[in-house]
T-cell receptor
Framework: AQSVAQPEDQVNVAEGNPLTVKCTYS??????LFWYVQYPNRGLQFLLK??????LVKGSYGFEAEFNKSQTSFHLKKPSALVSDSALYFC?????????????FGTGTLLAVQP | DSGVTQTPKHLITATGQRVTLRCSPR?????VYWYQQSLDQGLQFLIQ???????AKGNILERFSAQQFPDLHSELNLSSLELGDSALYFC????????????FGEGSRLTVL
């Protein structure tokens, strides 16, 4: 069954430093991959997606993600972290089964950016 | 603002009771998804409706049911509530097509006492 894994429960980074939030996936076919962010007491906000094409995907708020098929990874990156980036980040993969767009989410990674 | 509206935002009730959560999708979106977010289970898919019909089903308990109405709003009914049902319940909607991302509402926080 398809799945995504986020190996880090929490990532700490200093403001101004680059950040990476890791995600690996497991699918049998071509993956449709997504990143979402959740601020406290809010819903999930879409950041970016990979469907096909360029392996480097650019999204909202300066985030980007790199799709790596050989490593089955889809890491989220940002060149310079902001304190306001502190939030819970979810990686997700589209369910391959049936005519549905439902997403299967990872367990989430809490990003803490220190000033 | 995602355009997905959920009510109520907060709900406190007692064990054994029944509640209804409501969701209005973004204008033009035919699909509605329900997810449960809890500390121990993470984000769990419950059920999806597409244009009034059930399209996919996840680990939704038999005590829970949902429907999508002709105006495309959806309701999630939770009955015989247990303490463990306390969670954030999210509704999301999407456009048609396999690559469409989901747009989430702000959620309904259910507390069962």
């Amino acid at each position: 069954a398809q799945s995504v894994a986020q190996p880090e429960d929490q990532v700490n980074v200093a403001e101004g430093n680059p950040l990476t939030v890791k995600c690996t996936y497991s699918v049998s076919g071509n993956p449709y991959l997504f990143w979402y962010v959740q601020y406290p007491n809010r819903g999930l906000q879409f950041l970016l997606k990979y469907i096909t094409g360029d392996n480097l995907v650019k999204g909202s708020y300066g985030f980007e993600a790199e799709f790596n098929k050989s490593q089955t990874s889809f890491h989220l990156k940002k060149p310079s972290a902001l304190v306001s980036d502190s939030a819970l980040y979810f990686c997700a993969v589209r369910d391959e089964r049936g005519a549905t767009n439902k997403l299967i989410f990872g367990t989430g990674t809490l990003l803490a950016v220190q000033p | 603002d995602s355009g997905v509206t959920q009510t109520p935002k907060h709900l406190i009730t007692a064990t054994g009771q029944r509640v209804t959560l409501r969701c209005s999708p973004r204008s033009g979106d035919l699909s509605v998804y329900w997810y449960q977010q809890s500390l121990d289970q993470g984000l769990q898919f419950l059920i999806q409706y597409y244009n009034g019909e059930e399209r996919a089903k996840g680990n939704i308990l038999e005590r829970f049911s949902a429907q999508q109405f002709p105006d495309l709003h959806s309701e999630l009914n939770l009955s015989s509530l247990e303490l463990g049902d306390s969670a954030l319940y999210f509704c999301a909607s999407s456009v048609s097509g396999v690559s469409g991302e989901l747009f989430f509402g702000e959620g309904s926080r259910l507390t069962v006492l």
